[in-house]
């Protein structure tokens, strides 16, 4: 039954994308895309649902299939030649040799290579494999659901950009199918494949509006990922195994010299797709793509493959020389990420920004590698992806509704779209304020650093976390700022596609934080039980299997305030629901440090001269601007991977 889950998955997004894309009408584009969306929703909760009441790791061996050996060579090379011809259309020497290379190593390890070690199960499904299935499908099909009233609008405010909606839609469920292979590939060659195919995928995302702005950010993402994929192949290469389910009992040897440097180059190429310090302009950059692809690609899905990568190879991290060189690198970007954020007051580069410090947060705790940290890990990664997604969603309306995603031009946005101001409130909550997942697991995390005393991620975690209360704040101030903005001159509506999908993401933001524990014992403990022997509880529920398994005893304090926690999340409808029907903007005079001219919006200054207000926030661009941090983000990156590197190398020589 699960190889039938497994192949409807891989092939459901596949049939629609072609569906879509040979549409010849944006009416049909629009059912196809629905149907298609909801039938991938269906099917992952499906098989997450039948694997509930069979909750075992299960593995499926597709090796006696002679084509898919073949087919992935195919691939493989059909990807590395299209992106020699837009090397060349575009002139980038190092696509061209990137591409090349990516080439030459297939062929190599095709034909010449005598060392291949056949993988014993191709695909592999445990709890961490449903949860990610639950990840990409589910928030995967609402962003592709909100894609068609949302690319419509897009048309009518870029009449200069080609309308290629079909192909933008398909394009995004080609991802969907390769998301689904990453994770349930068992055999690292599967999952390389699948892999180069995200990168395409998201080079024509990025590229899609097909301005000179565009096509140099898709080309800066698509050299930086084809450069990870290398990595991640001469890994592999390098590893000589395949079967990802057998890296715990790798772990448990003595690792060599070659092992740590096949991990070395296996955890960039992860760091690469997750963006992390010095790779992580690529996501920067890749904002200028139209806000559902953002919200699939660059806070939901794409970048998680990279997380989930680090986290099938996590037994093999952890107090060693890699092990910290991960922890470290996740560090930094977290806490100079945020950083950048503050500066910044474009809406979707303030997400970019939070979202490469959060998958930083991540990357540490995967790197520490304890039992502790890898729930945290887990369970930031479900959070962020919801949040997240939320929020690139209601960037993307806001843009439509107000003109501009500059978060400046926000001020009052409740007084204009008081459903939109809700979705927003919800998603910034989300992502920093009690009692909401992202907030609890980063309680976890903090706690996991301490007991490993690494004390510089300590310090990291604590500063970083202060200033994400910072940023999310000035937002939400500007959100529900009584400004003075009529509803009536502004005419966009949002569309019934964009409220199903942002209703949706919001009920799971607080969904998925009530039901936590239940989501943390399905999921997440049955996954560290299967790699420790005594699973460490992060929070004091924490059970394995069947019987509970604690690694202390119950703290009764901890136990109050986690239910305190979980309670409050009950007030939230009773603030938001007075304010949705409630709210109104009340017109009067106001003061503006003169006399008003009457228009609420200038006044009469000093000698009589007429000043216009300006109520803003403060940015500090000249202290945490990008201007003054991002070259020395890629030193700094560059540097503690070298210094790794050297370490592996140093340790071997000693």
Known sequence: MTYYFMGLLLALPILFALLVYISKSR??????????????????????????????????????????????????????????????????????????????????TEFFAHTEVESETTLYVDSLTLMFVLIVGVIGGLI???????????????????????????????????????????????????????????????GYNQTASARKNALLAIKINAFGGILFAVGVYILKLNNIADLTTLAASNATFAVQLAVLLIAVGALTKCAQFPFSSWLLGAMVAPSPSSALLHSSTMVKAGIFLLLRISPLLGSNTVGTAVTTIGGVTFIISALMAVSQTDSKRVLAHSTVSNLGLIVACVGINTSEAIWAAVMLTLFHAIAKSLLFLAVGSATHQLGSRDIEEMDGLIGISKTLTVFFIIGIAGMFLAPFGMLISKWAAMKAFLDSHNILIVFTVAFGSTVTLFFWTKWLGKLIANAHRKPSDFSYKMRGDEKVSMFSLAALVVGVCMLHPFVSDFFVIPYIGQRYAIVQGALPYAEGGVQPVFSAPIDPVASWIMVSMIGAIFILPLILIPLYRHFKVKQTSVYLSGENTGDDESFYGSLGQTRKVELKNWYMQSVFGEKFWMKKTIYIGAGILIAGFFAVVGGQML
């Open 27 to 108: 009416k049909s584009t629009a059912v196809i895309t629905r149907v298609g969306a909801g039938a991938i929703i269906a099917a992952a909760v499906a098989f997450c649902a039948f694997s509930f009441y069979f909750p075992k790791a299960e593995a499926v061996n597709l090796g006696e299939l002679p084509f898919l050996k073949y087919n992935i060579f195919v691939i493989e090379i059909g990807i590395a030649l299209y992106l020699l011809y837009k090397a060349y259309t575009e002139k980038s020497f190092v696509l061209g040799a990137l591409s090349v290379g990516q080439m030459g190593f297939a062929v190599y």
């Open 144 to 206: 592709c659901i909100y894609s068609v009233e949302y690319m419509k609008d897009f048309h009518r405010h870029e009449p200069h950009v080609k309308n290629r909606t079909g192909f933008f839609i398909a394009t995004m469920f080609v991802f969907l199918s390769a998301m689904f292979g990453i994770v349930f590939s068992n055999d690292l060659s599967l999952m390389l494949m699948f892999w180069e195919v995200t990168s395409l995928c998201s080079y024509l995302l990025i």
